[in-house]
């Protein structure tokens, strides 16, 4: 599944979106996601299971593996 992860200057996470497009139009009404300067978005190939977690503790701690593996770090 493609999922944008938002993160600060420190790597920390804002916001997931799953999907890669922070815009989205319908009609005569188009809509654009943006973030403040110096966050940053990560595009990514996450596990399907994410979309079935509910528990917000174990898909932050997911994320946060994924964003780890994307960014290089242990």
Known sequence: MKMT??????D???AAVQ????S??????E???????GHRTHMLEVD???A???DLDS???????HLCQHLGKP
């Open 31 to 37: 809509a654009t996601v943006s973030f403040a300067p």
């Open 48 to 50: 399907d299971d994410l």
């Open 19 to 22: 999907g890669h497009s922070l």
């Open 5 to 10: 992860i938002i993160t600060d200057d420190q």
């Open 59 to 65: 898909f932050q701690e997911r994320l946060k593996q």
């Open 24 to 29: 989205d139009r319908q009609g005569q009404i």
């Open 52 to 54: 079935t977690i509910d």
């Open 12 to 14: 920390n996470i804002l």
